[in-house]
């Protein structure tokens, strides 16, 4: 016979199970064309195992690139790791070191400060004015209460002495800082002639830091002269909104330049008052300079809450009069028109 030598095992195994298959669903269909019928779902079968073959091969290759992506992540993560426990050792050494800084910038401020207390040149027993010729008992007070203020600024002074470079330079590094450090630093800012546009943002004020000019601006500012008296009222107002026991815990340095501040726009106001007091009794004082106010630099701080809330009051109390005024015309207009006619007859 022809066929004796073909493997019958090979046609039973990869194709008997599958014609089979054929066969009985063209039997079970009963076509008018069976042959044609069974190779049509011959070729179905064989192109629904294409996909099913494509479908292996796809869900393989997901799988496969699982497997990748979850290998990399794994790897991410541990290098994200490595570098949040590097940053984190660093941010904890640098904090070490800031807090060692501020610890001896406080003891070296807390000598200072029994060395001040110490020297009679900052004694207050020892203040002493020029009473001229006919100084009334206000004047001398006054004076006395400016020397004082004056002898507070001096200290301060004397205190920022104690920063240098390297604690100006720490604010150029913080690229976040509270309200109140934001405040104290853009006052000082101020006196050193900053426009408000100029300091609006901490940014501003990083790039703006040089440490060495910082601390020489601040030890040659003087409250007492032209062009002052605008510029500590806006520092006053914003000094305002400052919590000093906050500002002292936040930073040493940031706490002395607040107090420099703070005894700067004290010598200034009770300045004020003095120039003030003289022109009362009659007595010639020297004007002072200022600039004129520029709209387009101006701080929320120079619009006083206290002047603003008087102005409403104002207005509220002229609204409450012009409508009473209507509401009495309006009562009371007729019985006017009819005396007016009464006093013509």
Not at 17 to 45: F, N, Q, R
Not at 89 to 113: G, M, N, P, T, Y
Not at 163 to 168: A, F, H, M
Request: net charge negative; with cysteine; aromatic share 6%.
């Amino acid at each position: 016979m022809p066929f004796a030598n073909i493997d019958t095992a090979f046609l039973k195994d990869e194709i008997g199970p599958i014609l089979a298959k054929g066969l009985a669903e063209t039997v079970i269909a009963c076509p008018s064309d069976p042959v044609e019928y069974l190779a049509i779902w011959l070729l179905h079968h064989l192109h629904m195992q294409e996909l099913e073959d494509k479908k292996l091969v796809a869900i393989e290759k997901e799988e496969k690139a699982r497997e990748e992506w979850t290998k990399s992540r794994q790897k991410k993560q541990a290098e994200a790791t490595h570098v949040i426990q590097r940053e984190w050792k660093h941010f904890v050494k640098a904090e070490e070191d800031r807090k060692f800084r501020e610890k001896k910038l406080l003891e070296q401020v807390q000598d200072k400060e029994r060395e001040l207390e110490e020297s009679d040149e900052y004694r207050e027993e020892n203040i002493q004015i020029d009473e001229t010729e006919g100084m009334s008992e206000l004047e001398r007070e006054k004076g006395l209460e400016k020397a004082r203020a004056a002898l507070h600024f001096k200290k301060a002074q004397a205190m920022v002495q104690k920063l240098d470079k390297s604690n100006i330079a720490e604010f150029k590094q913080m690229k976040k800082v509270s309200t109140n450090i934001f405040k104290v630093v853009k006052c000082c800012f101020y006196f050193f002639g900053s426009k408000p546009k100029e300091v609006k943002h901490w940014m501003q004020i990083r790039a703006a830091i040089k440490p060495a000019l910082f601390l020489e601006k601040a030890l040659a500012f003087e409250p007492i002269g032209p062009k002052k008296k605008r510029l500590c009222t806006r520092v006053r107002r914003i000094l305002r909104g400052v919590n000093d026991e906050q500002v002292r815990s936040e930073s040493v340095a940031v706490f002395l330049l607040y107090q420099w501040c703070l005894t700067a726009v004290e010598l200034r106001a009770l300045h004020d008052e003095e120039v003030k007091l003289k022109k009362e009794l009659g007595k010639e004082v020297e004007e002072e300079e200022e600039d004129e106010e520029d709209p387009e630099n101006v701080d929320e701080a120079d619009k006083d809450p206290d002047e603003e809330e008087q102005k409403l009051i104002e207005e509220e109390e002229k609204a409450r009069l012009a409508e009473e005024e209507a509401k009495w015309k309006a009562e009371h207009g007729d019985e006017d028109d009819d005396k007016g006619d009464e006093d013509e007859g």
